[in-house]
């Protein structure tokens, strides 16, 4: 029996998140290349459904077998996790070819364990019907935690700052939906009107946004396949990204500051805005990353974005008070972003995740000096955690009598249709 090569590249994809800390839409871009599958929508469907459901697909294991579910092998751990997901959720898929592909896999990359592959799966299609999840009442983090696949900190967190059961369960749903695909339209060489037109005639829907004239929601198959965006006619962007630039409200001829930059898409959308006229000076910490940028300038027509390698901390001098928009998209969890990413759902509560506030606050003192006297900065992450939106801001305003606040707002997946952003804009008064 032949393996088949959707099912091929999403075990591709799914150990190189497991094993290497991938992210999830770099391992699928990677396994569709090295596969070539014929069902790529599949591939994707299969590799995003079993990691947003990952916990409870590994508590549906635990039910089968005898070890703790985190000491199986990598192999098996990922082929069971697929096969129940099929089993579960794919009503498109039979269950006989769930098994059977998912045995085949085995004899590929988890040999001598096809069988009690095998015997897990098909002991699941006969106890279905008996599983039931443990109750709210009994533990309402552990409840959640299971039923949204969540790492149970996280769960904690949001219990502790909304308070209201129902607003934290209508995240966790939220975050776990599928997101609609976001583009930005390139000013610099279209309109949305042309742009929807052309993407149409290719097959591709366009709808457009009430609030954000230069979005468009489209669907389809190897849109960045297209002429349209190998020339620059637009990219792909998430609407909260797109409020963010929104917010900064840089002018052509502005001089702009973008910390924390690569890979780049909040500054091309700045400098759209700005009609390619004036100054941004795009730095990031990582150097390869910066590249990045280039590209995208070069591929969009934008000519007033230059890059440089800095650390946020660090202040550069040969921009002291003479930005009149300075922003810092600061690292962050990246929570809000779990509708793309559903790796970020699991992340531990590390060392580095402990640390990120009083970077981020770095971040934003440093930067903070770049901005002329009435100039604006913007503070803005796409996490979802008072500890590194509110509490982050709260910290720079106590030390600094030069900014005031002009408008704070947390976006969310339920309320704002976007990933989960939090954007502070500040006024430089003194």
């Known amino acids: 029996m032949t393996i088949d090569a959707a099912r091929q590249g999403a075990y591709m994809a799914l150990r190189d998140v497991e094993e290497n800390k991938a992210f999830s839409n770099i391992a699928v871009s990677n396994a569709i290349k090295k596969t070539a599958p014929p069902n790529v929508p599949f591939l994707r469907e299969l590799v995003y459904g079993t990691l947003k459901n990952q916990i409870y697909l590994d508590w549906l294991i635990g039910n089968f077998v005898k070890s703790p579910v985190e000491k199986l092998p990598v192999p098996d751990k990922t082929l069971l996790r697929m096969g129940l997901y099929q089993l579960n959720s794919m009503d498109s898929v039979p269950d006989y070819a769930a098994v059977n592909e998912t045995v085949e896999l085995a004899k590929k990359y988890a040999k001598g364990r096809e069988r009690f592959i095998n015997g897990v799966l098909r002991s699941y299609l006969r106890e279905k019907g008996n599983i039931v999840l443990p109750q709210e009442k009994d533990d309402e983090v552990a409840y959640l935690s299971l039923k949204y696949s969540f790492s149970p900190w996280i769960v ?25 695909l976001c583009i930005r339209v390139n000013t610099l060489k279209t309109n949305t009107q042309t742009l929807s037109q052309k993407l149409e005639e290719r097959g591709f829907s366009a709808e457009s946004d009430e609030d954000l004239p230069n979005l468009l929601y489209t669907e389809g198959e190897g849109l960045l396949d297209t002429d349209l965006y190998k020339e620059g006619h637009f990219s792909v962007q998430d609407r909260g990204s797109q409020i963010v630039c929104e917010a900064l409200g840089a002018k052509p001829g502005d001089t702009v500051a973008d910390v924390c930059a690569a890979p780049g898409g909040k500054a091309m959308t700045i400098a759209e805005g700005m009609n390619d006229r004036g100054r941004i000076a795009a730095s990031d910490i990582h150097e390869h990353r910066l590249s990045l940028i280039g590209e995208a300038a070069g591929r969009l027509g934008i000519h007033i974005v230059t890059t440089g390698r800095r650390d946020g901390r660090e202040i550069d001098e040969t921009l002291a008070e003479k930005a009149d928009c300075v922003l810092v998209d600061a690292p962050c969890s990246g929570f809000g972003t779990a509708r793309r990413k559903p790796e970020v759902k699991y992340k531990p509560f590390d060392t580095e995740m402990q640390e990120l506030p009083q970077m981020q606050l770095g971040i934003l003192r ?65």
């Not at 904690?156 to 939906?177: H, I, Q």
């Open 156 to 180: 904690r967190m949001w219990m502790k700052e909304f308070g209201v059961t129902e607003r934290v369960e209508r995240l966790l749903e939220s975050l776990n939906a599928k997101p609609r």
């Open 366 to 430: 440093a930067s903070s000096r770049y901005v002329k006297r009435g100039g604006t900065l913007v503070y803005s992450t796409c996490t979802i955690a008072g500890r590194e939106n509110g509490d982050v801001v709260d910290a720079f305003m106590d030390g600094s009598g030069e900014f005031e606040i002009v408008d704070r707002a947390q976006l969310m997946p339920f309320v704002n249709g976007t990933d989960g952003f939090f954007i502070c804009k500040m006024r430089r008064i003194h």
